[in-house]
């Protein structure tokens, strides 16, 4: 196997209520570190340099040959079906199966429990060739997959492990993501932003979602080790479900209450849409950026207009080759390639004009990953 490695008011009662409701702990990480704070500064933002290159396609796996597979059809389950994180990522990987003439099918699914085993279900029932859970955490689902394993069918998490973790237990399949890779990076981008200043982090986790706890560990530990002395971070939690009715409110309340808050760090870039209008309203007058992961088009955008300081990017269009990739392998019983994840690109407003205008999925990480997966496919 190939080991590959590539988001002036008046507090109100009910804001109160919900960063209450929600949850929120604050950790000062030891109080930073102890540090010169411009070699901290500095190598935050050789840091940055470094990921703002394009990824490279030189090493994608061993070839595989998918003409068998031409006919077949998979599942896939996002978490929200309506997110644009997800339902841009699913467009994607429908296109790329198309090119393998295999059929793709997104379940509608609404963020709800019900709705995540109606899915696996129905692509039992529909004799799928393998069945992706696209968001929807793998543990929670244990009867629906073990009668999907028992109708010979595989379940692939896309988007659930980190890529140097190990995996869900008990299935061999799953297309990982570099999530603390990218909590270190916006973490930085924070730190050499802020330059030399603590870092007073507002940081939104998702903990209903694999990687919550481990992009919020990355977050701590760099804010103790890399960031000048009394930098730290103020947790809340935002459940999927709940992000356009109590994010501005989680924000606005976590402004107010500690006007040292400097950057807000959401773990996924979606949430940087509810986020905005609670930084604008709580702290007109104070320079609050936005710090985060994804490259969601939309958050892309607001890279341009200056509320979103940096996207972590991957893109969601290589994502789903690797996605892809990875259900191939399961569906022709070949061995899966450890770890596998697509890349990051960090991008700013120095770069932000390269995926577009407006900005695109699939664009700013160059042009040849398409063809080198069709070649390394057999397609090409």
Known sequence: MITKKFSAVAVTAAALLMLGACGSSSSDGGSGSSGDSKAEVAAAQKAVDEAKAIPSTDDLGDPIDVASLKGKTIYSIPIDSKAEFYSVGEKAMKKVAAEAGVNFVTFPSDGTQTSFQQGIQQAINAKAGAIMLNGPLAETLGPQIDAAKKAGIPVIPLHLSDSEGDGTPGLEYEA?????????????????????????????????????????????????????????????????????????????????????????????????????????????????????????????????????????????????????????????????????????????????????????????????????????????
């Open 176 to 380: 990982f993501a570099p999530f603390n890779q990218a909590a270190r990076l916006f973490t930085q981008y924070a730190i050499a932003n802020l330059k030399g200043e603590p870092v007073h982090a507002l940081v939104i986790q998702v903990s209903e979602t694999g990687p919550s706890e481990g992009m919020v560990k990355t977050i701590e530990d760099t804010l103790e080790n890399e960031a000048p002395s009394g930098s730290k971070a103020t947790v809340v939690n935002a459940p999927v479900a709940q992000w356009s009715t109590q994010v501005q409110g989680l924000v606005q309340s976590a402004l107010l209450k500690d006007p040292k808050i400097n950057a807000v760090l959401p773990i996924y870039d979606s949430i940087a849409l509810y986020a905005a209008p609670g930084i604008k309203q709580a702290a007109p007058n104070r320079d609050v950026k936005i710090y985060s992961f994804n490259g969601t088009p939309a958050i892309l955008k607001m890279v341009k207009d200056g509320s979103v300081a940096v996207n972590v990017a991957e893109n969601p269009d290589w994502v789903s080759y690797v996605n892809l990739d990875v259900a191939f392998r399961a569906m022709l019983g070949v061995p899966p390639i450890k770890g596998e994840t697509g890349p990051l690109r960090l991008i700013d407003a120095s770069n932000v004009d390269e995926t577009g205008n407006p900005p695109e999925s699939g664009k700013g990480f160059g042009d040849e990953y398409p063809s080198a997966f069709l070649k390394l496919w057999g397609l090409a």
